[in-house]
């Protein structure tokens, strides 16, 4: 029976292993993920700061109607610590400790000098402004940033303001790729006839490195031979995961399962209710390893890459968020789905008189991996529905949009 989507990615993420956690230090950590909570090491801001350039006085309600002195100045990264009567007043700058006993910042647009030196303040002032109180961020020893989480350049931010410079993060899987196929020749031969060059392999290579994997194992390519593939597969196997594309549909020539079964690999799945990429294979190595077969079909691969492997390769790498994040957006011209699956569709996002819209890329089917190039990802047409009217709210995917625009 074909499963679906959503059952056959479950069942694959039910037997994915965690890796083992190791530290690295704050210049490589983005990218990485979290393997334990990160705490406030003392409260956020840790002293009531200064939020502008001004003075600093003990409110009394009565700002507009004294003469202040101005008794010492306070830098960032300064104190001070005198005694000051309620006319006493503190020049302080932004982001500098706000002495005991003061309460306010007034700041340095609503002061006037006067020729003796005294400071008038022109406008009243509530008590407390221009004041970020100790802790009003974050208390000392609260959760900042939780263990699972796929680290960007803002949580190293907070990782150095608490002073974790190394940083415990879990290691990655290993990750074997091989293309199979008679037709394949490498990029860098020449391809004539009836002979094609694999591009599958280098996407994903190119998608793993994107995604911080560098464990990674390049088979190249073995023709459609049992031997061949065999060999290769069994060179595969010592990895964590092993990525194949090619050979898995109904052809002849599609002997990948065979060889996968013959090597020990045991199937979870064969066949999922979604297009593109329905043949593709899902076994398990004798060593607990998860061995994918793709489809060839370069929209397939790349679709599966995002929507069903990049889940499986973050969860083993730690991640507690690993599923696609769908945003729901309107289809800018009707979609069909012959499938009787579920459909992702490749699109683009098109933003015309303030709106985005959903624009399905045309393209001649899945083998038509060009018309990907221009794509920001895929929107899903859900299993059983065959056509859906253009303005239809739909799931869209924005897996390869870097989500930038030449309008000015
Ligand atoms: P298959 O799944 O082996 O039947 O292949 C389906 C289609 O994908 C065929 O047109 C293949 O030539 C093509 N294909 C298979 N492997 C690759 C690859 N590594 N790179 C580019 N195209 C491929
Ligand atoms: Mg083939």
Request: net charge negative.
């Amino acid at each position: 029976m074909t499963v679906t989507y959503e059952q056959a990615l479950a069942s694959v993420l039910r037997i994915v292993r965690i890796q083992e956690i190791h530290n690295v230090s704050l210049a490589i950590v983005a990218g990485e993920i979290l393997a334990r909570d990160v705490f406030a090491d003392r409260n956020i801001p840790p002293f009531p700061r200064a939020a502008m350039d001004g003075y600093a006085v003990i409110w009394t309600g009565k700002e507009v109607e004294i003469s202040y002195r101005v008794v010492g100045t306070v830098n960032p990264g300064g104190a001070w610590n005198g005694d000051a009567a309620d006319s006493d007043c503190i020049k302080i700058m932004t982001g500098a400790m706000v002495p005991p006993s003061f309460d306010t910042v007034i700041q340095v647009e609503l002061a006037k000098a006067a020729p003796d030196g005294t400071i008038r303040f022109t406008d009243p002032v509530k008590r407390g402004e221009n004041i970020a109180k100790e802790g009003e961020d974050v208390r000392e020893g609260a959760v900042l940033i939780t263990a699972g989480t796929l680290l960007s350049p803002h949580h190293v931010a907070t990782l150095s303001s608490v002073g974790q410079w190394m940083v415990p993060v879990y290691k990655r899987p290993s990750v074997a790729v091989l293309a199979t196929g008679s037709e394949l020749l490498e990029p860098w031969e020449s391809a004539q006839g009836p002979m094609i060059r694999n591009s599958n392999s280098h996407f994903l290579l190119a998608a793993l490195k994107e995604l911080g994997f560098a464990k990674i194992r390049y088979l190249g390519i073995a023709p459609d031979d049992r031997e061949r593939i065999v060999s290769k597969i069994l060179e595969g196997l010592d990895c964590d995961f092993l990525l194949l594309s090619g050979g898995v549909s109904v052809g002849d020539v599609d002997i990948v399962p065979d060889c996968l079964n013959a090597c020990g690999v045991r199937k979870i799945l064969h066949k999922v209710a979604v297009k593109p990429g329905k043949p593709i294979f899902v076994g398990e190595s004798p060593g607990g390893g998860i061995v994918i077969g793709l489809p060839g079909n370069p929209v397939a691969v790349m679709v599966h890459f995002h929507m069903f492997i990049r889940p499986l390769l973050l969860k083993a790498s730690g991640a507690t968020e690993y599923l696609p994040k769908p945003i729901l957006l309107p289809l800018a011209r009707s979609a069909a789905n012959k499938s009787g699956g579920k459909k992702f569709t490749i699109a683009r996002l098109e933003s015309d008189g303030g709106e985005t819209r959903v624009a399905e890329i045309p393209s001649h089917g899945s083998g038509d991996f060009v018309s990907a190039c221009r794509a920001d990802g895929v929107f899903e047409i859900p299993l059983g529905t065959v056509q859906l009217p253009a303005g239809h709210v739909v799931r869209f995917y924005p897996i390869w949009g870097n989500f930038l625009s030449n309008e000015e």
